[in-house]
């Protein structure tokens, strides 16, 4: 017969909670009051280039506490004609081509990087996200889809992660490793960012993070997105694989990442639920949800009903409509 004895061990496993979307999470600096994240999203809300009241405005809300000159680039190939830039009077325009970076130049581009998480810390804020994610200039080395160079920036995995590393080393340098985080994408094709191997990209990142912070100490988190941009029935383009080969890569990339690890991509209540208490993730970040919904947090938690965005509106130059304007719990709903 089996015995029936328990080890202390077992018992206290049994005993202790499962973490839930709604119970705290310690990083090495921030104490947060519950897993519920706010995505960046870029709005067009900057009139002149110059941010105005509506924006502290909008993240507050959220909150439960150029010169012409051709736009930088890992390659100097054009952006593919399926991809258009949607301009603040609601039309689309194309995509100017890139230039190519000289390896040269890069060291300045890193600095800017630095000098930039040190402005945001004068400025107030806890801590920085590098976006290495959606198309952006970094990913835009990572992805071997896009990064056609044959220096020291192009070509292996090492080469390609080198400007990753480069810009979080001189962040963390600057302001310190628990004030800093990086999100990438490695499964997303935006921009014509894509890469031959997502799951590889992404361990390959996660291991130079865990030796960086062998170095220097842990960050902040590691913010990851999948491609699973669905919410109301709503899908959109970026789709890398099946739903479960990308689950796995999460997964995958989740237990190889020494360090507290971030979600993102189309996850309603239940999905982040499931997410945070299996253990698939730390924190769950939110973008649609979150901006027509700034009380998020507190319907999350009480299962409420949600108020539908808008999509004609993400992207106008409007301080109002579409960004501040959106109800709270028992407000009436605002006219779109």
Known sequence: MASTDRSPAAEDQQQTPRPSLFSPYQMPRFRLAHRVVLAPMTRCRAPDAVPGPALAEYYAQRSTEGGGAAPISSTDKPISSRWRILMPDGSYG???????LAASEI????????????NAIKAG???????????????????????DRTDEYGGSLTKRCRFLL?????????IGADRVAVRVSPAIDHL?????????????VVDRLNALQQEAGRLAYLHVTQPRYAAYGQTESGQHGSAEEES?????????YRGTFMCSGGYTRELG???????????????????????????FRRDAPLTRYVRKTFYTPDPVVGYTDYPFLGQPKARM
């Open 94 to 100: 194309t995509y100017p081509t890139p230039r190519r």
């Open 273 to 299: 639920v499931e997410a945070v208490e299996s253990g698939d993730a730390d924190l769950v970040s939110y973008g649609r949800l979150f901006i027509s919904n700034p009380d998020l947090v507190e319907r």
């Open 248 to 256: 796995q890569m999460m997964r995958a990339i989740r237990r190889a």
């Open 192 to 204: 014509d960012a894509y890469d031959s191997n997502p799951l590889q990209l992404g361990l390959a």
């Open 125 to 147: 804020f806890d801590g920085i996200e590098i976006h290495g994610a959606h198309g952006y200039l970094i990913d835009q080395f990572l992805k071997d889809g896009i990064n």
């Open 166 to 174: 480069e810009v979080t080393r001189a962040v963390v340098s600057a």
């Open 107 to 118: 060291p300045d581009i890193v600095e800017q990087y630095r000098q930039s998480a040190i």
